[in-house]
């Protein structure tokens, strides 16, 4: 979950002095130097856990280490905002008023969402217009190239690690191509930013089609958000606001204190149908 590249890499900032693959690796490494016998053992272990070797050697075909995603991941400054600037830069007034107008639109289906998973649609419009201004930048990191730099850099390798391995899973059960996986830069997919692991859990074809599609799927991106969230412990009719029984679920999302707290406000501006 982008979490502007937000959701889901935020709640990963705990940094390791060493962190090794298993015995069997090479290495985890902080600059390119070691990569491609990391990712030659990462292949071999990927492949023995039933992941099929054409579907990892197509995946991973070209993929380098990559210097720009991991200076985004040591740069994530705009958490050390107070609520008040950090809220103002993101719930703004052209974003409200878009998001009161999908809640319109999409009345039927939120209605639906609501129903099965006990999640307004004021707070999944929140998600969707944090994370990627509904749908308008999802990101333009190749997600193989990004997880696997991740997986290699030693502060978080075995999150990465598992990451890496669940999208490769995504595209052997054919919901996403190799080329059609960009997101974030932290691996995040899609138009609510799912890491891969929560992709897997959590993803559902909603709109009945045969395919999860949360690219270009209005109604599987949003049940899936809303299946994510049911499946953290979403309380039906429940408050969201810090204090409240949902807030916490709010941080499932992402873990990031302020941006939990903004989240909470611009779904309770959307359902007062505030300006």
């Known amino acids: 979950m982008r979490r502007f590249g937000l959701g889901g890499s935020v709640g990963l900032l705990v940094a390791a002095a060493l962190c090794v693959a298993p015995s069997a690796w090479a290495a985890c490494g902080q600059s390119a130097e070691g990569f491609e016998p990391w990712l030659a053992d990462f292949k071999q272990d990927a492949a023995a856990e039933g992941i099929s070797p054409r579907v990892v050697d197509a995946a991973l075909a070209g993929v380098v280490y990559d210097r720009a995603v991991i200076s985004r991941d040591r740069g994530q400054k705009v958490f050390k905002l107070s609520f008040e600037k950090f809220s103002a830069r993101l719930v703004t007034p052209s974003r409200l008023a878009r998001g009161r107008d999908l809640l319109r639109r999409h009345a039927g289906l939120f209605r639906q969402l609501e129903d099965r998973y006990g999640v307004p649609g004021a707070m999944l419009v929140a998600i969707w217009g944090l994370e990627t201004g509904y749908g308008a930048d999802n990101g333009n990191f190749r997600t193989m190239q990004a997880l696997a730099t991740l997986a290699y850099d030693c502060r978080r390798s075995e999150k990465f690690t598992e990451q890496l391995k669940d999208a490769l899973r995504i595209v052997q059960r054919g919901d996403m191509t190799p080329a059609q996986m960009r997101g974030d830069w932290a691996g995040e997919i899609g138009q609510t930013q799912f890491m891969p692991s929560s992709y897997v859990k959590f993803a559902v074809d909603f709109d009945g089609d045969g395919r999860i599609d949360l690219i270009r799927s209005t109604a599987d991106v949003l049940a899936s958000t809303a299946n994510y ?29 302020v941006y939990a707290r903004t989240l909470a406000y611009f779904a309770t501006r959307l359902s007062a149908g505030d300006q």
């Open 229 to 257: 969230l049911h499946g953290k412990g979403w309380r039906r009719g429940a408050g969201w606001e810090e204090g409240e029984p949902n807030f916490p679920v709010i941080l499932e999302w992402n873990q990031a204190q």
